[in-house]
């Protein structure tokens, strides 16, 4: 990840165009510590995405862990079964 530092920050058009040429975050830097990360819109959503994507795949898995699925001929009886 690219990192800058705090006064850099007064060149907005510099640190957006550095956002979207990179696609991803951009480490802030306040008396040579990291102290914040900004991102485009468009590598945040992706990101988002992904965290989300995760989370449903984690979901899946623990319930195929607790016994919370069934197969698919089961689960289409039991669909027309209810409608």
């Known amino acids: 990840m690219k990192k800058i530092q705090i006064d850099d920050l007064q060149d907005t058009n510099k640190i957006s165009n550095l956002c979207n040429v990179t696609n991803e975050p951009i ?8 102290d914040l990360v900004i ?8 990101k988002l ?17 607790d016994d919370k699925v069934i197969d698919g001929p089961t689960a289409l009886h039991e669909l ?3 409608h």
């Open 27 to 34: 480490i802030i830097t306040k008396n040579g510590y990291d």
């Open 39 to 46: 991102m485009s819109i468009k590598t945040y959503e992706e």
């Open 49 to 65: 995405e992904r965290i989300e994507m995760h989370e449903v795949i984690l979901e899946g898995l623990s319930n195929v862990e």
């Open 80 to 82: 027309k079964y209810r």
